[in-house]
């Protein structure tokens, strides 16, 4: 296996916040040329991407040494058991896209380091 440079220089100077916003932006980019396209394999794709990603977040939200506000951590899992529910409506073509790209718009916002 070749061996990544930047990928590696990524992984040693990212924080974790700044990785989760990367992944949201991915995925939010993703979202949007999917819904720009209007193909369907494309939006299952994204929003199979969208909800990796959200997945990993529950997961590590749920984790006992998660060191966010007990509040915090409540919203954000809610917040991730909506993206779950809501991305089946999404490629059946029941609901909007734009809903989930909103979603990860406003927490990329939380997660922007302060000017």
Not at 51 to 78: H, V, Y
């Amino acid at each position: 296996m070749v061996a990544n440079p930047y990928a590696e220089a990524i992984a040693t100077t990212e924080t974790p916040r700044q990785r989760e916003f990367r992944l949201l932006a991915r995925a939010n980019r993703l979202l949007n040329e999917a819904k720009d396209k209007g193909d369907i394999a494309s939006l299952y794709r994204a929003v199979l991407y969208n909800r990796q990603i959200w997945n990993t977040f529950l997961i590590d939200l749920t984790d006992e040494r998660n060191a966010l506000p007990k509040e915090l951590k409540g919203a954000l899992i809610s917040i991730g058991v909506w993206v779950e529910r809501y991305s089946d409506p999404v490629c059946e073509g029941e609901e909007s896209v734009d809903d989930l790209i909103e979603v990860n718009r406003n927490i990329m916002e939380g997660l922007a380091p302060a000017e």
